[in-house]
């Protein structure tokens, strides 16, 4: 495996349900990022997690739950989630500490709360 | 992190260049240019960054304006596998990136 790595690419649920969202990045990076892109709107930044912080949390609702267990890997736990919580799901990774980091996306989990 | 304004959407013929604008008019010195794209449900893909020297890589060419107010992403030869939307990003060394609308590139035929 190279790059971002996100796991499952779609998922159904209902409101009641409990899921996770996995991402794995093989980079060698020291931040991930988790990113919500909602149908015909930009990409908003959810959180960020830097050398296994939690380093920004931009209003994200407590249905939304990460955890970055070590510098490779990056979860998004999800619980008693709303319809318009339906959207792509993007992680993404980038090495802080240099003049310029850009950032590797995953391909992103689809997500449908029924 | 400065605020860009890119076009909402252009069109390319297949084989031509493609000359994509940003206006950054309010970056600030350590501020880098950044150029990201993301096809159709797909993860966006970084396609090259600079400062204020003008850039290419196997991908694209970037041009900075001397003031750096606005730059050009060129696409030398579009195919239309390059149909998607072109985000431009201003930021310094922190890493997250802030997306605005973006330019949708529709290359035809």
Known sequence: ?114 | DAKTTQPPSMDCAEGRAANLPCNHSTISGNEYVYWYRQIHSQGPQYIIHGLKNNETNEMASLIITEDRKSSTLILPHATLRDTAVYYCIVKGNAGKSTFGDGTTLTVKP
Request: overall charge neutral.
């Open chain 1, 1 to 114: 495996e190279t790059g971002v790595t996100q796991t499952p690419r779609h998922l159904v649920m209902g409101m009641t349900n409990k899921k996770s969202l996995k991402c794995e990045q093989h980079l060698g990076h020291n931040a991930m990022y988790w990113y919500k892109q909602s149908a015909k709107k930009p990409l908003e930044l959810m959180f960020v997690y830097s050398l296994e912080e939690r380093v920004e949390n931009n209003s994200v609702p407590s249905r939304f739950s990460p955890e970055c267990p070590n510098s490779s890997h990056l979860f998004l736990h999800l619980h008693t989630l709303q319809p318009e919580d339906s959207a792509l799901y993007l992680c993404a990774s980038s090495q802080l500490g240099q003049i310029y980091n850009e950032q590797f996306f995953g391909p992103g989990t689809r997500l449908t709360v029924l």
